[in-house]
């Protein structure tokens, strides 16, 4: 089955405390992203990679990383929280030939 | 930069009845795609349409491309309560590998 596993689903952490959130995808895909979504702004890009150590950023880069060690897995850092960074994180895989993405179940933090 | 705005961002109607989601953009797209989110889930894809002018039905839902392929339209007949979520349109870039765009989202709610 075509997965997207994002972890963990929900995380509350206090502002400057680093965070690591995973994803990993078992499509073989090359092309992963990070979004996240806010009330009336809907999904927005953070970084995006295109294969092995590719990676670049979207459209709301600022205060995040990522890295693209292997193919499957495309973490997302965030070295310093901060409050504006509260919102809810989803990982896509995108098949590469139909552009379809396939979506996590994403991940809700929340930066005290 | 939000490149499509669709509208209404908020739609609460009774079953049965009928409604049409937009999605505008002064950008040119080369396919466009309708996305629905459930709570707590990823957006999951419904549809692809990519030629200007295009029809797509997937049983009760009728989309449709703008003839100059810079907006679209989601028509739903018969609304039912398993309609209700989140409708996200997303746009399609010929060129580059950042190249798909979210709306802003309409939110449906339909009443039994």
């Known amino acids: 089955e075509a997965q997207v596993t994002q972890n963990p689903r929900y995380l509350i952490t206090v502002t400057g405390k680093k965070l690591t959130v995973t994803c990993s995808q078992n499509?073989?895909?090359?092309?992963m992203s990070w979004y996240r979504q806010d009330p009336g702004l809907g999904l927005r890009q953070i970084y995006y990679?295109?294969?092995?150590?590719?990676?670049d950023k979207g459209d709301v880069p600022e205060g995040y990383k990522v890295s693209r060690k292997e193919k499957r897995n495309f973490p997302l850092i965030l070295e310093s929280p901060s409050p504006n960074q509260t919102s809810l994180y989803f990982c896509?895989?995108?098949?590469?030939?139909?552009?379809?993405?396939?979506f996590g179940a994403g991940t809700r933090l929340s930066v005290l | 930069t939000q490149l499509l705005e669709q509208s209404p961002q908020f739609l609460s109607i009774q079953e049965g009845e009928n409604l049409t989601v937009y999605c505008n953009s002064s950008?040119?797209?080369?396919?466009l795609q309708w996305y629905r989110q459930e709570p707590g889930e990823g957006p999951v894809l419904l549809v692809t349409v990519v030629t200007g002018g295009e029809v797509k039905k997937l049983k009760r839902l009728t989309f449709q491309f703008g003839d100059a392929r810079k907006d679209s339209s989601l028509h739903i007949t018969a609304a039912q309560p398993g309609d209700t979520g989140l409708y996200l349109c997303a746009g399609v870039k010929w060129t580059g590998a950042n190249n798909l765009f979210f709306g802003t989202g309409t939110r449906l709610t339909v009443i039994p």
């Open positions: 950008s040119v797209f080369s396919s």
């Open positions: 499509m073989n895909h090359e092309y």
């Open positions: 990679s295109m294969n092995v150590e590719v990676t």
């Open positions: 896509a895989s995108t098949s590469g030939v139909k552009n379809i993405q396939y």
